[in-house]
């Protein structure tokens, strides 16, 4: 499992033409991607995104006739 710490000190500034990372994932299992996938999502959004949303709002309007 992917420990959900975030290094704030750390900073990399990375060519993203050169970078090639594909091979690391492709090392990785489906479960790894996966985590990593909601390590990235909830770092970006949160923990409680989903119920944060905006609130849908509907409107019923008449149609004019012909």
Do not use: C, P, Y
């Amino acid at each position: 499992m992917i420990e959900e710490k975030i290094q704030r000190n750390v900073f990399e500034v990375l060519n993203l033409h050169e970078a090639d990372d594909r091979a690391d994932w492709h090392t990785r299992s489906f479960a790894e991607r996966i985590e990593a996938i909601e390590f990235m999502r909830k770092a970006m959004f949160g923990h409680d995104r989903v119920s944060a949303r905006l609130q849908r709002v509907f409107e019923i309007v008449a149609l004019k006739g012909n």
